[in-house]
Structure formats: C-alpha cells, structure tokens
C-alpha cells in the first residue's frame, strides 16, 4: 500500500510551544473522527489541518489542534500533530475518576486520532446569519472514495507501527464516556473493520480446519475487565489486558448494562455472586469470574493469553432436552444462583440428597459444583 503523508506538523499554529511535548502512556489504537463541516450549498467535505488548527488554538484557545491526522475530501493524508503528542479529540470531564479511564484522559492518551474532513450524516442542518435554519442537500453523506482508500491505508500503516489489534480501531462514538454521533450516522465502524480485515487477509485460507474455539466475537466497547480490587490484582491481570485491551474497570457497580461481556477478577469477598446476577439481568450475555489469590489469578489469565483465548472455554449450550424414554421422576431447569444443595432442599426437603441429583445428571455433570442456569436435570423419583 503506497502511503504519501504531507508533513504539516511544524505548520500548525503554536508548534514551538508544544513540539517537545509527550504523551501520557503508549498508543493502544486509533480512533476515527468527522468534522462535521460541509459545504452549505453542496454538502460536500470542507476543512482541512490547517482550517481545524486554527479553530482549535485561536477561537478555542487550546494549546494544540484535536487531531494527529486529518484528511480532507482530496484524499490527501496531512500529518498535522506528532504521534508522540496527545490530541484531544474524545477527552471528558471525570475528576473523580469514576469511570476508570484515566479520569477521562484514557483516549487522549493512548489512542490517535484521525479526523475525516465531511459531515456524514443526512439531513443536516446549519443556521444562516438571521437564526434561520435550512437543510443542506444530502449530497456527500459519507467519506469519499479517495477519504476511505487513504483512511485504510494510514491505518495500516499505523498499525503496523504501534501493533495495534483490529479491535482497537474504533470510532468516536464507540469510546466509553463520550457521547457523540461522530463521525455521523452514515459511518459504519464494523464495516470499516471488516475491510481492515480483508486486508489483513489477502488470501483466502486454503483449508478451514477445525475451529480453534467457539469463543464469541467481541467487538470493541463490548467486554470488561472488572476489578473490584485493583491493588491486588491488576498486576496478575497486566499480559491479559495488553494482549485482549478490554475496557477496564474497577467500578463494580457502574457496571451494570454498560457491558456485553463481563470478566470478574476476585473472590466472593471482592465482589458477591449476587452481584454478578446483577450484572446478568443487566443484560449481560456472559459473566466469568476468575477467582483464586493473585498468583493463581495470574496462572489463569496468562494462561489464556497463550491460548488466545479471550474467555475461559464457553461450554456449548444446552442441548434441547432430547425426546429420549420419559424420565423417570421430574425435570428442572437451573436457576441463577442456584447450587445443587439447594435444589435438593427444594426438591427433597433435604440438602445432603444433592447427590442423588448429581448422580442422576452425570451426563451433563462433571462437578458438582458448577451447574449453570438454563441446564436441565433429571430429578429422580426417591421413595418416602
Ligand atoms: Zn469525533
């Protein structure tokens, strides 16, 4: 992929005062932006560095411009704010640092920011000079097609550079904290990952093999790492979060619906069972919990690390309760929080007579202290 960067860096207004500037951290990915300016009469993409910059550092008075690259409509590739430099472009206000991303520095620190000259929405809108609102045309809604060829080629370049997974290239609207449409309704981040993919893979592969896993396909924003305890285990922790780059919190109970997939890192006392039923009827698809003293916890998730393996092994789902011969006695379906003690207490009357459950179940039971809601076991019939 030819890659033809025009070097703006020392153009940009204010340059000496912040060139010898760093960042706070290492480039974990990068994050695509628009910049919702558009032709009034047309539609079409306005703006380039040069135009940004100057609103950024003299109508707003920020030390710098928002942005590390910027592509205007030509499909040129302006290099406009050194990598090394923090732009900021999806920085928010947490002082108390309750969402756990570097009191809301976490994009700016670690994630670039590549600005789309263009507004890619429809049906926009701007105000003339009386406060009249008028529609612009619905012309040039999405990047153009030499915006999209040198957006796929700088990120690859840039991923290359800093090793940054797929998953890590995301758009504005998909960093935790920031609340924007940008960059606009008609910009897809799947398809601009899938693309990235193809990419990735030229060629087809030649035999599909067996698959690996069946882990699921977690897109970014979608999985946590819970820490109730930071101080205790976010160092066990450290090889899983550089290699997987979930979103990473402490906040337990903030968590609640924010996220598709949930891995818990602590013991009951860190964080109770019934907490993570919370986060379940939160909407979560799959919570985990790994548990054990932080070298334990450490074996564990290195372990996955060096199988690739994002969740510890998903058992399949259960299987449709076969028309086999009518079991003898009756069925019953595992509840969340369920134990098999409990069961045989309601069942029974008594506790101690989980054995006989588990006994009945050891087609699907392999320990009898991991049942998981939605299995069925047979409850066999016990003479008074
Ligand atoms: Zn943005």
């Keep these: 992929m030819d890659l033809n960067i ?49 609103y950024h550092v003299n109508a707003r008075g920020w030390a710098h411009g928002g942005y590390n690259y910027v592509i205007p409509g030509s499909g040129e590739i302006e290099y406009a704010l050194d990598e090394k430099i923090s732009a900021y472009h999806a920085g928010f206000k947490d002082p108390d640092n309750s969402e756990g991303l570097e009191r809301g520095q976490y994009w700016n620190n670690h994630y670039l920011a590549i600005c789309l000259s263009g507004w890619f929405s429809n049906d926009r809108t701007y105000r003339d000079a009386d406060g009249h609102t008028h529609m612009m045309p619905n012309n040039y809604t999405g990047p153009t097609e030499s915006q999209m060829k040198s957006l796929l080629s700088l990120i690859h370049y840039l991923r290359q550079k800093y090793n940054v997974p797929v998953e890590n290239i995301r758009v504005h609207r998909e960093l935790a904290g920031n609340s924007t449409v940008c960059p606009g309704h008609n910009f897809d981040p799947a398809e601009l990952r899938e693309k990235i993919r193809a990419a990735d893979q030229p060629e087809p592969e030649p035999s599909p093999g067996p698959e690996p896993d069946s882990q699921p396909q977690v897109n970014p924003g979608e999985h946590v790492l819970l820490l109730p305890d930071t101080d205790k ?17 402490f906040a337990v109970n903030e968590a609640k619906g924010r996220w598709k997939y949930v891995t818990v890192v602590g013991n009951k006392e860190d964080i109770s069972d019934a ?46 309760p076969t028309p086999e011969p009518e079991p003898v006695g009756r069925t019953y379906t595992v509840q969340p929080g369920d134990s098999l003690s409990l069961i045989a207490r309601n069942m029974y009357g008594k506790s101690s007579m989980w054995t006989i459950i588990f006994e009945a179940n050891r087609n699907i039971l392999s320990d009898p202290r991991l049942i998981r809601p939605g299995q069925v076991l047979k409850i066999p019939f016990v003479p008074e």
């Design 275 to 320: 907490q993570l039923d919370r986060l379940r009827s939160g909407g979560a698809v799959l919570v985990q919990r790994i548990a054990g003293d932080p070298d334990a916890v450490q074996g564990t998730l290195d372990g996955l690390v060096e199988a690739n393996l994002r969740f510890v092994a998903v058992p399949p789902p259960p299987e449709e």
């Design 233 to 249: 285990y976010l160092a066990s922790a450290m090889a899983y979060i550089w290699k997987f780059q979930p979103d990473v919190s």
């Design 6 to 54: 025009k070097d703006l860096r020392a153009e940009m207004p204010n340059y000496q005062t912040y060139k010898d500037w760093n960042r706070d951290g290492p480039i974990l990915g990068i994050a695509v932006h628009h910049s919702a300016t558009a032709d009034r009469i047309t539609g079409a993409p306005v703006g380039n560095a040069r135009t940004f910059f100057d």
